[in-house]
């Protein structure tokens, strides 16, 4: 069911610009060209973060240039650097004052698996405390594969439904 | 001043207290008694003018007794000399005081050193744990705590995992061999990797 969805619009000059679509779709397509990142720096592969940033890369082609220090503000939360479990808990807690939408993208080998730190003071995944909606390899991964894990989550936002999938905790707290 | 001029000024000082010197690189390093390191490192800074401590750090000699030592890296500003102070703690009392008044700089040394060894420095400002949280059991960077480290609890406020190694821990054995044999691969407690091990069962 939530594959089909399709973004499909229907815009009729004859009958003056108006155009018909789904609700979802039109939904979807703002939020996903409109994703502001959380950018949750903890270590080298932020970066790489900050690199996409930059005039090269210019992660504002996506829509995802406004970084937002206040979780309020955000909807997506790019976790990129070591998670050490001192720091676990504070990541935790901004995430969860993140307003519904959101989603998560760990950003290389040590947000998505502890990486080389297999070590005691190491957080070994930060999908151990929050759902994350992609995973991006590499240490650190270059500013070309963060802006290509940034369009596969432009394109899973488009398959999900605008409320039942992207506001669950709303749903369940009614 | 020289070097050798200080520890001869510190030998003048306090003629029981050194019980032993030694020079390497041109480095002078020199073991204090325990319960004199507090008034040679008061001389130190107040008479010999050792202004600045670069470092305080603690090693563990597992099995041994004492089993613990900490080191204070000093240096002169002035005559642009460094010293080197080691003094050794006990495992049963593993405390010694701290510096932190002299050097303001030895608050966050001291409190490493606590929180990664578990030697209390008597006399601290502020001595709770710097890297992990407060109530962590474990001191990490003991000998006989695995680099994996042991689960604990402490809801709401931090919890750990024992970290999976898959075979491991990785480790270099420093050897005479090529960077083939001398590569961090799963090894255990006193195994020396040779040439031909290495080539045999590679
Ligand atoms: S994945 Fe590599 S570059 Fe990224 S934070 Fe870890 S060690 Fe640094």
New interface residues.
């Given amino acids: 069911m939530s594959n089909s969805l399709s973004p499909v619009a229907y815009d009729g000059k004859i009958e003056g610009n108006v155009i018909f679509t789904q609700v979802d779709a039109a939904i979807n397509w703002m939020r996903s060209n409109s994703l502001w990142p959380m950018p949750m720096g903890l270590a080298c592969c932020a970066i790489e973060l900050m690199a996409a940033s930059s005039s090269r890369f210019d992660i504002s082609r996506f829509g995802a240039e406004v970084m937002r220090f206040s979780p309020r503000q955000s909807d997506v939360m790019i976790v990129a650097g070591t998670v050490t479990?001192?720091m676990?808990?504070a990541v935790k807690r901004i995430w969860d004052q993140m307003p519904e939408p959101k989603w998560c993208i760990a950003m290389g080998a040590c947000a998505s698996s502890?990486g080389m730190?297999?070590?005691?003071?190491?957080l070994?995944g930060i999908d151990h405390l929050i759902p994350v909606d992609v995973y991006i390899s590499g240490c650190p991964p270059r500013p070309e594969a963060l802006l290509d894990g940034l369009m596969r989550l432009q394109k899973k936002i488009m398959t999900e439904h605008a409320l039942v999938d992207q506001k669950k905790e709303l749903l369940e707290s009614l | 001043m020289t070097s050798d001029e200080m520890t001869d000024r510190i030998r003048a000082a306090f003629p029981q207290a050194i019980t032993g010197q030694n020079r390497f690189r041109d480095e002078t390093s020199l073991s204090i008694q325990p319960d004199s390191i507090r008034v040679v490192c008061e001389f130190c800074k107040s008479t010999l003018g050792f202004n600045y401590l670069i470092d305080v750090s603690s090693v563990d000699h597992f099995g041994e007794e004492p089993r613990y030592e900490v080191v204070y890296e000093l240096y002169s500003m002035r005559d642009a000399v460094h010293l080197r102070l080691k003094t050794t703690v006990s495992e049963d009392d593993a405390r010694i005081p701290s510096v932190a008044d002299l050097w303001p700089t030895a608050d966050w040394h001291e409190r490493e050193a606590y929180d990664m060894m578990g030697i209390t420095f008597t006399g601290h400002p502020d001595l709770r744990r710097i890297?992990?949280?407060d109530g962590y059991p474990?001191h990490?960077l003991r000998k006989d705590?695995?680099?994996?480290?042991?689960p604990s609890e402490m809801p709401?406020?931090?919890?750990?995992?024992v970290?999976?190694?898959?075979g491991?821990?990785f480790v270099t054995i420093p050897t005479d061999g090529t960077t083939q044999v001398r590569e961090p691969r799963a090894r255990h407690a006193g195994e020396l990797p040779t040439r031909e091990k290495f080539l045999s069962e590679p």
């Fill in positions: 479990y001192k676990a808990l502890g730190y297999r070590s005691y003071a190491v070994q | 890297l992990m949280w474990y990490p705590f695995p680099l994996q480290g042991k709401g406020v931090a919890f750990t995992e970290a999976p190694l898959a491991g821990p």
